[in-house]
């Protein structure tokens, strides 16, 4: 079983930044990407940003150019930069390990860090 500790959300002003980590333990198996979604109120979960085990990224396009994603192969972790922030940013992220064993694929969720973008 995998475990996904998130870190790093909170309150910030339009136009501030924030960064979040998100760090994996338990029974993790070959990696095959890493990533962030975001659910905002009343809207459906949503992909911000992945990042494969090859280092290839993709971006929402509506934080392209403002977030940036990364990832330590070594550590397990990935992280999300977060810049010129929106209030249409807020939203609960969750960070997303998928990974596999032979033909198994398992899809692992973190619990869910709040950020808000308000003045």
């Known amino acids: 079983q995998v475990q996904l500790v998130e870190s790093g959300g909170g309150l910030v002003q339009p136009g501030g930044s924030l960064r979040l980590s998100c760090a994996a333990s338990?029974?993790?198996?070959?990696?095959?990407?890493m990533g962030w979604y975001r659910q905002a109120p009343g809207k459906q979960r949503e992909l911000v940003a992945v990042?494969?085990?090859?280092?290839?990224?993709n971006y929402a396009d509506s934080v392209k150019g403002r977030f940036t994603i990364s990832r330590d192969n070594a550590k397990n972790t990935v992280t999300l930069q977060m810049n010129s922030l929106k209030p249409e940013d807020t939203a609960v992220y969750y960070c997303?390990?998928?990974?596999?064993?032979?033909?198994?694929?398992?899809?692992?969720w973190g619990q869910g860090t709040q950020v808000t973008v308000s003045s």
């Open positions: 990042i494969t085990s090859g280092g290839s990224t």
């Open positions: 338990g029974s993790i198996f070959s990696i095959t990407r």
């Open positions: 997303n390990l998928v990974s596999s064993r032979g033909p198994t694929v398992y899809d692992s």
